[in-house]
């Protein structure tokens, strides 16, 4: 029980990253498309 918080944060953490990398991969290329 101990572990599950640190567990849940850092698989947030990983969740948002994620989500971040593909916004950012999705902005260049609409960038590179409409250059």
């Known amino acids: 029980y101990f572990g599950r918080p640190v567990m849940g944060s850092m698989w947030r953490t990983l969740v948002i990253a994620g989500c ?4 950012f ?9 409409f250059r």
């Open 20 to 23: 971040d990398e593909f916004l």
């Open 25 to 33: 991969n999705l902005s260049v290329l609409c960038v590179m498309k």
